[in-house]
């Protein structure tokens, strides 16, 4: 069995002004390929994020938060 190497880091999410942003934050990273769990804090405008590095990369989860209006 190959087990893939995951990564864990917190980034800054801007632009959020109340906790149902942080909501769609995070359904949003959750639902992208290779994010294994993300989880939004609104109070400290962060997002903590579990991936596979083999699939994703920060720069694609930072666009698809870009899309939805946030940075």
């Known amino acids: 069995m190959t087990r893939h190497k995951t990564l ?3 980034y800054p999410v801007l632009s959020m002004s109340c906790a149902s942003c942080a909501a769609r934050v995070n359904k949003i990273l959750n639902q992208q390929a290779g ?4 989880t939004v804090n609104y ?3 962060t997002a ?3 991936f596979n590095p083999e699939v994703t990369s920060p ?3 930072r666009d698809a938060v870009q899309k939805a209006g946030f940075d």
Do not use: M, W
């Not at 994010?35 to 993300?38: C, D, H, M």
């Open 8 to 10: 864990q880091k917190t």
């Open 35 to 38: 994010v294994v769990q993300a």
């Open 43 to 45: 109070a400290a405008a």
């Open 48 to 50: 903590l994020i579990e």
């Open 59 to 61: 720069e694609t989860l």
